[in-house]
């Protein structure tokens, strides 16, 4: 009886450990329903090549924006368009579907709240999505930093709300206070049917990027602090929001995952490479030279502790190996403000989408 228990606990957690989507909080039936839909793990894998790529033609998706337009801003090298992320082992990811992904939402409402890797994935699941029903009629209006793109037929509103922190900063008599410990905004996102969540990048601005004063956290104030500690002790603040004040049954909640930068080319073994400039192929290896991001073992921590079942895009290692895949020159500043950080597309974030699809189908959205 102890072997055979023992044998049955290996075996799930095998599939449990094999899902692209990974659940981490715990055990309230989701899990289960997510191991019977029988996707498989989508984190690893490898990047093959595929004519039949990219997912849609950008010049024919008017809403765009010029910073994620590389090919229109000059690129000339074309095979960054044509990877298609392969999972390890017996698995593929879904074909994206518009039809099947408006039908599953009809009537519900969406929400990217993040900083502009946010507005990467959402600007790319709009193209996605307008590019398979060019004939629908669409709405998009920006108002207060909450970009709003809907689908009047199939009352669907996918939306994007910029919050780079998710976290408050307070503007008071002695300065800007980043106050970790507090989260205004969540009102805004209440009632939300499917909610996406992602911050970090942000967190490392120092000097005239840095949007505050000082740090704030109950009563005690910081000039500054690590900056790793501040963000595990944000997403501690938001992890007790989702947990006290998300109902499972109702909404479904997402994060993002870390989106990797490339301005480091010696994180990948090329010293000599000046950040992802020229950069025309994904890496083919089978662990990314820098090992795993900081912020992203964060994010796993924060999410493990949690009751409420948070679904983790696992991004982080298939984004890694796409040190092609950034405007590096061709985005908004050209030669003077090189971009490793966000991502042209068509591209990388197109595939984040469809670990976000593959998850939603599999419970049926
Ligand atoms: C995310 O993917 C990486 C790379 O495959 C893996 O090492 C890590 O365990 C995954 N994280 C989770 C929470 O599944
Ligand atoms: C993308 O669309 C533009 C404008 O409609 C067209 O000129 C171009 O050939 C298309 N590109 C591809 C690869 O189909
Ligand atoms: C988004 O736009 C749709 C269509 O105009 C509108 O019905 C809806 O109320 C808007 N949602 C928000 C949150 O503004």
Not at 57 to 83: A, I, M, T, V
Not at 103 to 117: E, I
Request: glycine share 8%.
């Amino acid at each position: 009886m102890g072997v055979f228990g023992g044998a049955i606990f290996v075996v799930i957690s095998l599939l449990v450990s094999d899902l692209a989507v990974t659940t981490l909080g715990h055990t309230n039936g989701k899990r289960e329903e997510t191991v019977e839909a029988g996707s498989c793990d989508a984190s690893a894998g490898s990047w093959v090549y595929d004519s039949s790529y990219p997912l849609y033609n950008s010049s024919q998706c008017p809403f765009l924006q010029k910073q994620f337009k590389c090919l229109e801003n000059g690129r000339l090298d074309r095979d960054y368009l044509k990877y298609r992320w392969k999972p390890a082992g017996n698995c593929n990811l879904p074909r994206f579907d518009g039809r099947a992904f408006l039908f599953g939402l009809r009537g519900k409402r969406l929400m990217f709240v993040g900083d502009s890797l946010s507005l990467n994935q959402w600007q790319s699941l709009t193209c996605m999505v307008h590019t398979a029903v060019p004939e629908a009629k669409y709405t998009l209006t920006t108002v207060a930093g909450l970009s709003n793109f809907s689908f009047p037929e199939y009352g669907v509103q996918l939306m994007f709300f910029r919050d780079a922190f998710l976290v408050d900063i307070v503007s008071t008599s002695t300065g800007r206070a980043l106050r970790l410990d507090s989260l205004q905004n969540a009102k805004l996102w209440e009632g939300v049917d499917v909610l996406v969540f992602n911050s970090w990048h942000w967190w490392l601005h120092t000097g005239r990027k840095q949007p505050w004063d000082y740090i704030q956290e109950g009563n005690k104030i910081y000039k500054d602090m690590n900056r790793l500690v501040a963000y595990k002790k944000a997403m501690n603040t938001w992890a007790k929001w989702v947990d006290s004040r998300v109902d499972p049954s109702k909404t479904t909640v997402f994060y993002q995952g870390v989106s990797p930068d490339h301005a480091t080319a010696s994180d990948w073994g090329q010293p000599n490479a000046d950040a992802c400039v020229d950069q025309k192929h994904p890496l083919a290896v089978r662990r990314y030279p820098a090992g795993p991001n900081p912020a992203e073992l964060v994010v796993e921590k924060v999410i493990r502790s949690m009751t409420y079942p948070v679904r983790l895009l696992n991004v982080t290692y298939l984004s890694q190996l796409r040190v092609d895949g950034h405007p590096s020159v061709y985005g908004l500043g050209g030669h003077r403000i090189m971009d490793c950080s966000h991502w042209c597309l068509a591209g990388v974030p197109d595939t984040w989408n469809l670990l976000l699809y593959q998850s939603l189908v599999a419970h049926n959205f």
